[in-house]
């Protein structure tokens, strides 16, 4: 059974950063993309960044080109995502997601129905 695990949330000012971890198990990932999406309050989830398993493509949402980086470490199956320069806006539950590139769209991309596992999410709170 697919398990994907979110860790890394928090309380940061404007300005600073954090970086949020995901920890898949339970089956090769190999032909996965692995997807951050991100819901605040009242709003709809909302994509963020996507990276492929199989090599070093990458996908951001505009709202976070140049602030946040996606990488994963294939060795300890696990997903991070850097974010620099938070702002308020980007307080909002992170969510961690698995999309099977074999099923669907074979390409990198931030529709939420295309991603097949999720995790439970991380707060991220940034204060002005």
């Known amino acids: 059974q697919v398990q994907l695990v979110e860790s890394g949330g928090g309380l940061v000012q404007a300005g600073g950063s954090l970086r949020l971890s995901c920890a898949a198990s339970?089956?090769?990932?190999?032909?996965?993309?692995m997807g951050w999406f991100r819901q605040a309050p009242g709003k709809e989830r909302e994509f963020v960044a996507a990276?492929?398993?199989?090599?070093?493509?990458?996908y951001y949402a505009n709202s976070v080109k140049g602030r946040f980086t996606i990488s994963r470490d294939n060795a300890k199956n696990t997903v991070y995502l850097q974010m620099n320069s938070l702002k308020p806006e980007d307080t909002a539950v992170y969510y961690c997601?698995?999309?099977?590139?074999?099923?669907?769209?074979?390409?990198?991309?931030?529709?939420?129905?295309?991603?097949?596992?999720w995790g439970q999410g991380t707060q991220v709170t940034v204060s002005s």
């Open positions: 990276i492929r398993w199989s090599d070093t493509i990458t």
């Open positions: 997601a698995a999309d099977d590139l074999r099923v669907g769209r074979p390409w990198l991309n931030g529709l939420r129905n295309e991603y097949d596992y």
């Open positions: 339970g089956r090769t990932f190999r032909s996965y993309a």
